[in-house]
């Protein structure tokens, strides 16, 4: 059985109607090139993004010297042994783009290349590789202010291609990119985000030729294509996710317009939505198609960044309506090339057809670290394990390739191993150009120490992707680059489909391998590769205890971190708590100490109060037992005189001694008693009135001590000094009641706290008059005794016959004798007298 032409698969991609016919090329020799060419891998360092220079990252980057690189792993133990004794891993690239290297840089080393490439028909893969966050989509896709490679090379290849384009005279209008465009402006009219808006702002009209967003830069306008000048281009482009392992067309004009519709009806129906995906398939030589892919034909590099624009808002509506996370899948943007010679006025004839595709992969990361769960663990589990596979890929591929050269023919060991492109949709799709086209990776290098573990793995993948070789380079559309060998193993591979269609479709896969020379050696080797299968699966079981090994040395880890940050916790709580406990301690003191301050003045206050009665009480008795004692001496003498009386008027009987006996009562009479007692009392009250003083004294000190000086200087304003006055002129016992008066007034400032205090500490309480120490009580004697005295007077009078006793204030001159009684003042007399004197005069 014959293989069919490639050029049917060709013819297959137009319109089987076309009105166009296109013809095999003739002219193919010269491209039918085998050449030993080595896969390229750059490394491209970021800077320190401004959230890692707010955490304080350090570099994890000991050294770049030329093309090799040094990084210091952040957990040795983690490493692989060469790294743990050498406690750096380094690595060796084909060029290290540093930190400063701008994107214009990047472009020109790398896809300037690759564009010459495209021209000449050799499918070309630029890849960049990285961990999370390494600067993967800033160099493929880049910024509109740093436009990044696929921008730039789009630039560059319509800027080469000039109106050396044409299109397809009859095309699918659904195919067309203005009608993508259209739909994905309508979508994004609709759609509430004013970013949107402002983004459908930019779409003018794209297909009338208004420059593309980044077709201001000179630098990209280079003309890369040279010969050929007689042939014509087609240009068309995919764009392309692979989201847990499923391929998505970020060109889908249906998923544009149902999300148009969900998003018309709001929010709520979010889980309608549901993206198509897509299938592969393997068409001849052994290539992966995916099945159902729109390939947009555009015209100029304007069209191609509005629909860069589009498939990225496919992407972010996905996004937003599936709720996932744009890096979590890989993107795959693709640029076909069809050269086509012109035969006549409307036939034209396929000379070559090229692709250039631009790969940014997703990031890997660590469960552990990202301490996902959920839909985002199967995202990051899918990620890592599509990495992991490519990782498997490049290893087997540098495996083969070195069983290949190596000369010892006997060794047992020279069995090549299977690559296992199969196990993921994405190295399923790379496996051509791994294995044939031409690919430079870019490895994208976090500077942080805090990445440097995951950095290192990174490296060391693409660092295996560095030794490969690939030995075809390959044109598609023209049947007679393929080798006899192949087509005899094409027709081998129908043979084997043919006998054993419920077979897996390893062998299928297997028969585009020049290695196969016939249909026994093919079972022979599928044999061996179902023992190495048994032998993978053994050793996929060991990465996977390795794997929960790490994982849990990585819980390990955190479970030590955690324990450090609780104890941190704890001696902050701890310290917190004494400082609460010594400024409770220190307020309860300093309250004792003022309390204790407090008493005191009030138990000195109260001990001069009563020092003061008890002095006035002595005075008072003092001076009251010196009257008693005076007046019983008066009463003996009376008595005694009395006697001596009787005993003369029982001896004399005549009136005459009875006027004789008058006589001598005069004389004898102590006139000068009287003025003794003045004196006394005068003496008495300048003694009380000292006392007085010292008294107010104290009641000041006692008041300042127990309300402060302005309520003291209030109360000596108003109350205090008017009584203090008072209590200066009047008597004693008058000031007696006026000092309980007051301290009663007194004590009505204080609080009930206050009181209780006082009442608790001295037993008195000076509302209850009762408790008071009864200062009427010297009063009430004074009267007694003056009522005694008064009586013995009487008892004088009678015995005198009504006699007064008189005083004589002679200071004028004048004869002012005027009467007193005991408990009138000597102040009194005085005024008195002087009253009397007046009105005499
Ligand atoms: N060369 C560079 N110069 C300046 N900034 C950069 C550079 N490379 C990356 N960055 C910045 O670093 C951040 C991360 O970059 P980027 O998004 O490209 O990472 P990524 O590897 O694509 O991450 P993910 O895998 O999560 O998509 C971005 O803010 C980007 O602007």
Redesign the pocket.
Known sequence: MSSSPPIVRYLQFENEDSETEIHDSKNNENLNTTNSERIKVFL?L??F?VDEIARGEKSAVLQVKENRISIRPRNRTYMSSEVQTANEATFEFDEIFQ?TIPQSAVFKKVAIPFIRKLFSGQNSMILAY??????????ILG?EA?PGLIPRSIDAIFYSLKDKIIQSPRRDEKESAKYLIECCRSVLFNAKDENWNSFTDSFSDPVTGVPGLFTDEKENNISLLSGNESLLFQVAVSYFEIYNDRCYDLFDVDTLLEAQKILKRGQKSTTKYRRQGLKLKEVQNGKIKIEGLHEIEVSSSSEVHRLLQCGLKNRQIAETLCNRH??RSHTVFNVNLKALQKVSKKEYRLDFQSTLSFV?L??SERTTKTNVSGERLKETAQINKSLMNLGQCLEALRRNQRIRESKDEENPKRKLLLVPYRQSKLTLLFRDFLQNGSTVMIA?CSPASSDADETIHALRTASFAKELKYSHIQVYGNPNLFSNQTKHLNELRHTTTERNQSDDDTAKLMVNDERFQDFDELLLEIESLRERLAFAESRALIIESEIRDEVAREMEEALHKMEKQFRVKLEEATQFHEERLEKRVHLITTTARKELGYGAAHRAAEHAMLNYYKDKWEAERSLHEFELSQLKQKLRERNLERDQLKELLSDRTTTNEKVSRQNVFTQTEDFAEPQKQISKKLDNRNELSNLLENFVETVKRFTQHLFGEDTWQQIENSYLVSMIEELAQEECEIGQIRMIDYLNRMFQFLNVSAKQDIIRRHGIDPTNHESLPDMNQNKRRRERRKKQTEISNESYQVNTKNDSIEATDCSDGFDNSTSFLSTTTPDKVIKKSRRSRKTKK
Do not use: L, Q, V, W
Not at 130 to 139: D, E, L, M, R, S
């Open positions: 491209r970021r800077p993004t930190d990285g961990i999370t966050n390494a600067g993967k989509t800033h160099t910024t740093e744009s890096s940014d997703a990031g994208a």
